[in-house]
């Protein structure tokens, strides 16, 4: 049903003939244990699978979505086209449409995992989900490696589950109550109520602030992992606790509970007022009643390419002939809109910020535009824009052009 759902959408917006049994044919091909969307590495790590990235997140997102009876009830009440939120909308908005879907939920998900928690946080992720092996480390970080899988799909699941369940309550763009306006101006006017006006003011779209919420925590997590490990990871069974690779743990017949280790694995939100830390529902609960703040900075962005991206390398082309030539990067792969907005936004918000901005940041975030500008225009309009039109140019070529 999900197939052919999005199939007839691709096939007329892509203009190819995209059948249903096309993609089934390629999904057989996907085995079980295959990661089945990459959040922003999708486009490296997915590249053999042949099926439109819609219907491999829209998989993804039941897969993560739902744990047991009770995340099932949740995922299909948030699913459920005649269902809304708890709470009243600013806009509508379908969060289930596959691109939201991606943006949203799958992006910060597989972010938090894949970028902070098991890459930033590798060194300090051995000590939680492997036996204690008596002390001994280099035993420890050896059972690590095998259970990190295991791992970080208990962290997958939970994270999404979390996500959903947010959205059940707050939906993606709740309106912010009369009684609790006020608090919340106060407490995030530099920061979220700041970057919602900036995005209105460059989209002209305002954003909900659960979407706003969604896009930046993985930074939060990502700035603080490093000292406030202890806290985020808090709800981790540590060595003591597992009794072998196989996450057998000790089963009372007073806590049957203990038996569901997938659900230990939640990560927690280390918070600078009243409580050192709590679990994300009851953080953005939190930060949407005005309570606690939500450290944001403009110029993050998920999966944000490294400066220089767009510039000329040279690469290799075979001829007619056989010989070899070279060519640009930026005439095998035009940059897209989506590369260029975050580096657009962030000379915006060096622009406009309170701080007198770095003479460097602003010579450098200009030159990352124009590589990247320089990929997407005609090589004609590139040379307007490495000599651009002046008085003085225009002058001399009217004179040019009465003198013949």
Request: aromatic share 10%; glycine share 6%; hydrophobic share 30%.
């Given at each position: 049903m999900i197939v052919e759902s999005y199939v007839r959408k691709l096939s007329i917006v892509k203009n190819q003939q995209i059948s249903s049994e096309w993609v089934l044919e390629n999904l057989k091909a996907i085995t079980a244990k295959k990661h089945l969307h990459y959040g922003t590495h999708q486009q490296n790590n997915a590249?053999?699978?042949?099926?439109?990235d819609e219907i491999l997140a829209m998989l993804h997102l039941i897969r993560y979505g739902m744990q047991d009876l009770k995340t099932k009830d949740i995922f299909m009440t948030w699913t459920n086209i005649d269902s809304l939120p708890l709470l009243p909308q600013e806009r509508d908005s379908d969060p289930i449409d596959p691109s939201w879907v991606i943006?949203?939920?799958?992006?910060?998900?597989?972010?938090?995992?894949?970028?902070?928690?098991?890459?930033?946080?590798?060194?300090?992720?051995?000590?939680?989900?492997?036996?204690?092996h008596d002390g001994d480390e280099d035993q420890m970080k050896q059972t690590y490696s095998r259970m990190k899988a295991r791992l970080e799909e208990a962290v997958r699941h939970?994270?999404?589950?979390?996500?959903?369940l947010i959205l059940n309550k707050?939906?993606?763009?709740?309106?912010?109550?009369?009684?609790?306006?006020?608090?919340?101006?106060?407490m995030h006017r530099m920061t979220l109520v700041r970057e919602y006006n900036r995005i209105f003011t460059i989209t002209g779209t305002a954003p909900g602030w659960i979407e706003l919420i969604f896009t930046h925590?993985?930074?939060?997590?990502?700035?603080?992992?490093?000292?406030g490990y202890d806290y985020i990871c808090d709800s981790f069974p540590t060595g003591d606790r597992i009794l072998s690779t196989g996450w057998d743990i000790p089963k009372t017949k007073y806590n049957p509970?203990?038996?569901?280790?997938c659900q230990k694995f939640i990560l927690s939100v280390p918070i600078v007022q009243g409580e050192s830390f709590c679990n994300i529902p009851l953080y953005i609960e939190a930060v949407m009643y005005g309570k606690v703040p939500f450290p944001l900075k403009s110029g993050n962005a998920l999966g944000k390419k490294k400066h220089?991206?767009?510039?000329?390398?040279?690469?290799?082309?075979?001829?007619?002939?056989?010989?070899?030539?070279d060519i640009s990067t930026s005439e095998a792969r035009k940059a897209t809109p989506e590369e260029l907005l975050p580096?657009?936004?962030?000379?915006?918000?060096?622009?406009?910020?309170?701080?007198?901005?770095?003479?460097?940041?602003?010579?450098?975030?200009?030159?990352?535009?124009?590589?990247?500008?320089?990929?997407?225009l005609s090589t004609a309009d590139v040379a307007k824009m490495d000599e651009p039109e002046t008085r003085t140019t225009r002058s001399k070529k009217r004179k040019a052009d009465d003198t013949d």
């Open positions: 590249r053999g699978y042949n099926v439109p943006k949203y939920i799958i992006n910060p998900v597989e972010y938090i995992i894949s970028d902070v928690i098991f890459r930033k946080g590798s060194k300090i992720m051995w000590k939680f989900g492997s036996p204690p939970n994270l999404m589950r979390q996500f959903i707050w939906g993606p763009c709740p309106k912010i109550s009369d009684n609790v306006k006020k608090d919340f101006e106060r925590l993985p930074h939060i997590l990502e700035n603080s992992f490093e000292d509970s203990e038996a569901n280790f220089g991206v767009g510039k000329e390398t040279p690469t290799k082309k075979k001829k007619a002939d056989g010989d070899e030539s580096h657009v936004e962030h000379l915006w918000n060096l622009l406009n910020s309170d701080e007198e901005s770095d003479r460097d940041q602003l010579i450098e975030e200009c030159s990352t535009i124009r590589e990247l500008l320089k990929t997407m």
